[in-house]
C-alpha cells in the first residue's frame, strides 16, 4: 500500500477536471493572492501556471501564519470593536493565543448582508423538506427574527458564557437560534432530533444549558416521528434549564410552561427589538459547543471560539468554496454534525443557505440533486456514501435533472473513491468541479481539499488548505512525501478548540491530538502527501490494517469492494491476536437477492487481489445483517476492534452513538466463540 519514495518527481496523470482560465482568473482567491503580494508580501501568481501559484501561496500562509492572518482580517473587513494586540501571541499547541486584546460578534458578521437595503428581500435562507417546495426567509426577516429573539434571551436571564441548546432538525429556527445566542454572547449547543433522549443528555448534562429549543417531532422518510416524550425527559434531566421554547414542526401546541417560538420572534420589524444587538466579545471566547461520536465513553465536548470561527470559516468558504453574495450554498447535514455550523457560516460570504430537513433518499435516492435542482444551488455538498449509492442505484442527476447552475459538488465524512470521481463526472457534468474535502469536527474546518484555481484528480483532494501546517508523518516524526502516513498539522488554526468542556487541567484534550507527537496536532487520519501537493486520505489510523509492518487504510479496500453490486457495504478490521498474530476480517452487507457463495467470495479477493495487492486480502468473508455506524454516519471500525478482542459491548461503545446497537451484539457473539487458536 505504501509507494515507493521517489527523488524525482513521476509524470502528472491527466487531470479529470481543470478550471479554465476566466474561471481562475475570476476566483475569489487568485484577487486574494493579488491583493496581499501587494500589501503583504504574499507571493504573486505565476502567469499561466495555477497550481504553482496556489502552492507558492499555501506555503507562504504557513510560513508567514501572522501576516497570512493578518491580511485575512483586513481582506474580509473584520470588524473589531476594540483592535488586537498582536495576532498570535502564543504560537503553542495546544494553547495558541490569537488576537488577544480584540473584541467582536460572530452574529454580527453573519448578519452584514441584511445591512445592505438592495438585499433586503433576497433570501438568506431557503428552506426545503421533502414536499419540495421551497420555503425562503429574506435577509430583513432573518435580522428581525434574531432581534427579536435575542431580545427575548436577554429578558430570560441568558448572558455571556450560558449555554443555549437545541434539538431540531436542519430547519431555519434552529439557524436563526445560533445566530441570536451568539448576538448575545451566549453558547450554542445542537442535537439532531433523531438522538435519543440518552445520547441528547450525554452531550448536554455536560454544558448545563439554560434554554432549550425543541421540535414537538420531525418528518423522515415520509412518515412523521413524535418526540413530545423525549422532549418532556429532556427538560426533566436537565436542571439548569430557565426556559424551553417550542417550535410546533408537526403542529401540536407548547406543553405546559414552554414558550412558543412566534412569541419569541413577533417584534415587529422597526421595533427596537427587532434590531439585533450584538454583545462584543473577546476574539477567544466560546462560540459553540460540538461533539465527538462519542463511540468510547462520554463524547468530548469541543468549545471553539467566535473569532477563530469566523476567521476560519470566511477562509473555507469564500477563498476555497469560491462562495459569495451570488451563490446558493447546499449542504447535505443535521445538526448533530459539524457540518450543519459550517453550512449556516455560508451567511458570512453573504449568500443564500439552503437548509433541507428529510431524507437524504426520499422519495427516491435522487432526492439531494432535487433539491440542488429545485433551489438552484450552485455549491452543493453531501458524503461520498451518497454519492456510492447513486451510483449504485444508477441514478441519473444531470440527465433527468436541471444541475446547470451546480458549479461545485463537495464531499466529505470518508474518502471519495475513485469509482466516485468518475461517477460525477460521467453522471451530472463532464465540467463539475469536484472537491473532496477532509477535516473534522475537532476544527469544524477542512485540512485539505477545495481550491478553485487548481485541477482535479481522480481519488485525490486537491491541496492542503491555506495556513495548514498539513504533513504526513511516519512513527518517528519525519515527514514522508509519496508515502503513507500519520496526518499532522504542524502549525495552530484560530479554529481549534480553545479547550474541551470539564476538562479543567487539559489533559483530555492533549491526550487527544498532542500524545504521540507533542506540541504537533496528530488527527487520527492515515493520508499520502503527493509530490504534486495533492493529498489521499486512507481512512482512520486508529483503526487502520497493519500486516507485517505494511499499513494499509480501511477506505482503499471498502473503495474496491463495494465496486460489486452484491455488496450494499461493507467493515474491514484488523485484530491483533494475544498469541502476536492478525486475524484480518472482511464483513460484507449483500445486496437484496445476493448470496454469498464461494464464487462471491471468490470474486471479492480477486478484485482486491487485483485492484489493490495480496497483502490486502481478508482472512475471512463473513455476511452481517448491516454495517454499524455513529449518529453522523460513520463506520464503527475501532469499537468493533475492541469487541473482537474481547471487550465488553458497554465498555467498547456508547450505545447511544450508535445507529443500531443491535449489529453490534453479534461482533460480541463472534469474539465469545473464536479462541486465540483459531487465528
Known amino acids: 500500500m505504501t509507494a515507493a519514495h521517489s527523488t524525482t518527481p513521476s509524470p502528472a496523470p491527466e487531470p479529470l477536471w481543470q478550471p479554465g482560465p476566466e474561471r481562475v482568473e475570476s476566483a475569489r482567491i487568485t484577487r486574494f493572492q493579488k491583493w496581499a503580494a501587494e500589501r503583504h508580501g504574499a507571493p504573486a501568481a505565476t502567469p499561466g501556471d495555477p497550481v504553482a501559484s496556489y502552492a507558492a501561496l499555501q506555503r507562504w500562509s504557513v510560513d508567514?501564519?501572522?501576516?497570512?492572518?493578518?491580511?485575512?482580517?483586513?481582506?474580509?473587513?473584520?470588524?473589531?470593536?476594540?483592535?488586537?494586540?498582536?495576532?498570535?501571541?502564543?504560537?503553542?499547541?495546544?494553547?495558541?493565543?490569537?488576537?488577544?486584546?480584540?473584541?467582536?460578534?460572530?452574529?454580527?458578521?453573519?448578519?452584514?448582508?441584511?445591512?445592505?437595503?438592495?438585499?433586503?428581500?433576497?433570501?438568506?435562507?431557503?428552506?426545503?423538506?421533502?414536499?419540495?417546495e421551497p420555503t425562503p426567509v429574506t435577509w430583513s426577516e432573518l435580522r428581525r427574527q434574531v432581534g427579536s429573539l435575542s431580545a427575548e434571551l436577554r429578558r430570560l436571564g441568558v448572558r455571556p458564557g450560558d449555554r443555549v441548546s437545541g434539538y431540531l432538525p436542519n430547519i431555519p429556527e434552529a439557524a436563526i437560534a445560533l445566530l441570536a445566542t451568539a448576538a448575545v454572547g451566549a453558547v450554542w449547543t445542537s442535537c439532531a432530533p433523531d438522538?435519543?433522549?440518552?445520547?441528547?443528555?450525554?452531550?448536554?448534562?455536560?454544558?448545563?444549558?439554560?434554554?432549550?429549543?425543541?421540535?414537538?417531532?420531525?418528518?423522515?422518510?415520509?412518515?412523521?416521528?413524535?418526540?413530545?416524550?423525549?422532549?418532556?425527559?429532556?427538560?426533566?434531566?436537565?436542571?439548569?434549564?430557565?426556559?424551553?421554547?417550542?417550535v410546533p414542526l408537526i403542529g401540536?401546541?407548547?406543553?405546559?410552561?414552554?414558550?412558543?417560538?412566534?412569541?419569541?420572534?413577533?417584534?415587529?420589524?422597526?421595533?427596537?427589538?427587532?434590531?439585533?444587538?450584538?454583545?462584543?466579545?473577546?476574539?477567544?471566547?466560546?462560540?459553540?459547543?460540538?461533539?465527538?461520536?462519542?463511540?468510547?465513553?462520554?463524547p468530548k465536548a469541543i468549545v471553539q471560539s467566535q473569532g477563530g470561527i469566523l476567521l476560519e470559516h470566511l477562509k473555507q468558504l469564500s477563498l476555497h468554496n469560491d462562495t459569495g453574495p451570488e451563490d446558493r450554498f447546499f449542504w447535505y447535514t443535521s445538526t448533530g454534525w459539524m457540518m450543519w455550523n459550517l453550512l449556516v457560516s455560508g451567511l458570512l460570504t453573504?449568500?443564500?443557505?439552503?437548509?433541507?430537513?428529510?431524507?437524504?433518499?426520499?422519495?427516491?435516492?435522487?432526492?439531494?440533486?432535487?433539491?440542488?435542482?429545485?433551489?438552484?444551488?450552485?455549491?452543493?455538498?453531501?458524503?461520498?456514501?451518497?454519492?456510492?449509492?447513486?451510483?449504485?442505484?444508477?441514478?441519473?442527476?444531470?440527465?433527468?435533472?436541471?444541475?446547470?447552475?451546480?458549479?461545485?459538488?463537495?464531499?466529505?465524512?470518508?474518502?471519495?473513491?475513485?469509482?466516485?470521481?468518475?461517477?460525477?463526472?460521467?453522471?451530472?457534468?463532464?465540467?463539475?468541479?469536484?472537491?473532496?474535502?477532509?477535516?473534522?469536527?475537532?476544527?469544524?474546518?477542512?485540512?485539505?481539499?477545495?481550491?478553485?484555481?487548481?485541477?482535479?484528480?481522480?481519488?485525490?483532494?486537491?491541496?492542503?488548505?491555506?495556513?495548514?501546517?498539513?504533513?504526513?508523518?511516519?512513527?518517528?516524526?519525519?515527514?514522508?512525501?509519496?508515502?503513507?502516513?500519520?496526518?499532522?498539522?504542524?502549525?495552530?488554526?484560530?479554529?481549534?478548540?480553545?479547550?474541551?468542556?470539564?476538562?479543567?487541567?487539559?489533559?483530555?484534550?492533549?491526550?487527544?491530538?498532542?500524545?504521540?507527537f507533542p506540541g504537533t496536532w496528530r488527527h487520527g487520519d492515515w493520508i499520502t502527501l503527493t509530490e504534486r501537493n495533492t493529498v489521499v486520505i486512507h481512512g482512520r489510523s486508529d483503526s487502520t490494517l497493519n500486516r507485517q509492518g505494511v499499513r494499509m487504510g480501511s477506505a482503499d479496500i471498502y473503495e474496491a469492494v463495494e465496486r460489486l453490486p452484491e455488496i450494499r457495504e461493507s467493515l474491514v478490521i484488523g485484530v491483533e491476536q494475544p498469541d502476536g498474530g492478525y486475524w484480518m476480517p472482511l464483513f460484507v452487507h449483500l445486496a437484496e437477492g445476493a448470496t454469498l457463495d464461494d464464487a462471491l467470495r471468490d470474486r471479492v479477493k480477486r478484485v482486491i487481489r487485483e485492484g489493490l495487492s495480496p497483502r490486502h486480502v481478508p482472512d475471512e468473508i463473513i455476511e452481517i445483517s448491516g454495517v454499524p455506524h455513529t449518529l453522523t454516519g460513520k463506520r464503527l471500525e475501532v469499537p468493533v476492534k475492541r469487541l473482537l478482542q474481547g471487550t465488553p459491548l458497554d465498555k467498547a461503545v456508547n450505545p447511544g452513538s450508535v445507529d443500531n446497537v443491535e449489529l453490534l451484539r453479534f461482533y460480541e457473539r463472534l469474539a465469545r466463540e473464536r479462541t486465540p487458536h483459531d487465528a
Open 252 to 298: 401540536t401546541p407548547a406543553p405546559e410552561g414552554a414558550l412558543e417560538w412566534s412569541a419569541v420572534t413577533s417584534a415587529p420589524a422597526g421595533s427596537e427589538d427587532a434590531s439585533p444587538v450584538f454583545e462584543q466579545v473577546p476574539f477567544d471566547h466560546p462560540l459553540w459547543v460540538l461533539y465527538s461520536s462519542g463511540t468510547t465513553g462520554l
Open 195 to 246: 438522538f435519543g433522549a440518552r445520547s441528547v443528555l450525554d452531550r448536554f448534562q455536560q454544558v448545563e444549558p439554560t434554554v432549550l429549543f425543541t421540535v414537538d417531532g420531525y418528518r423522515y422518510g415520509g412518515k412523521e416521528h413524535d418526540r413530545r416524550e423525549t422532549v418532556a425527559e429532556l427538560r426533566g434531566e436537565l436542571p439548569t434549564l430557565r426556559a424551553v421554547v417550542h
Open 350 to 516: 453573504g449568500c443564500t443557505v439552503v437548509t433541507y430537513d428529510g431524507s437524504p433518499g426520499y422519495p427516491s435516492t435522487e432526492a439531494q440533486w432535487r433539491v440542488a435542482a429545485e433551489t438552484g444551488a450552485t455549491v452543493f455538498g453531501t458524503s461520498a456514501a451518497y454519492v456510492m449509492a447513486c451510483r449504485k442505484a444508477d441514478v441519473h442527476p444531470g440527465r433527468d435533472l436541471d444541475l446547470s447552475r451546480v458549479r461545485c459538488v463537495a464531499t466529505t465524512g470518508s474518502p471519495l473513491p475513485p469509482d466516485g470521481f468518475r461517477w460525477i463526472h460521467d453522471e451530472v457534468s463532464a465540467d463539475m468541479w469536484i472537491a473532496s474535502v477532509s477535516g473534522g469536527t475537532d476544527v469544524c474546518s477542512c485540512f485539505a481539499g477545495a481550491v478553485p484555481t487548481l485541477p482535479v484528480h481522480t481519488g485525490e483532494l486537491q491541496a492542503p488548505s491555506l495556513a495548514t501546517g498539513l504533513q504526513s508523518w511516519d512513527p518517528q516524526g519525519k515527514p514522508l512525501i509519496g508515502e503513507v502516513g500519520e496526518l499532522v498539522v504542524t502549525t495552530p488554526m484560530p479554529s481549534m478548540p480553545i479547550r474541551f468542556w470539564n476538562d479543567p487541567d487539559g489533559s483530555r484534550y492533549r491526550d487527544s491530538y498532542f500524545e504521540m
Open 64 to 132: 508567514e501564519l501572522t501576516t497570512f492572518w493578518q491580511a485575512v482580517t483586513e481582506w474580509f473587513d473584520i470588524r473589531f470593536t476594540t483592535p488586537y494586540e498582536t495576532v498570535l501571541a502564543d504560537a503553542s499547541m495546544p494553547g495558541a493565543r490569537w488576537f488577544p486584546g480584540a473584541t467582536l460578534n460572530y452574529a454580527e458578521h453573519a448578519l452584514r448582508a441584511s445591512e445592505d437595503p438592495a438585499r433586503a428581500d433576497d433570501p438568506a435562507l431557503l428552506h426545503v423538506d421533502e414536499r419540495h
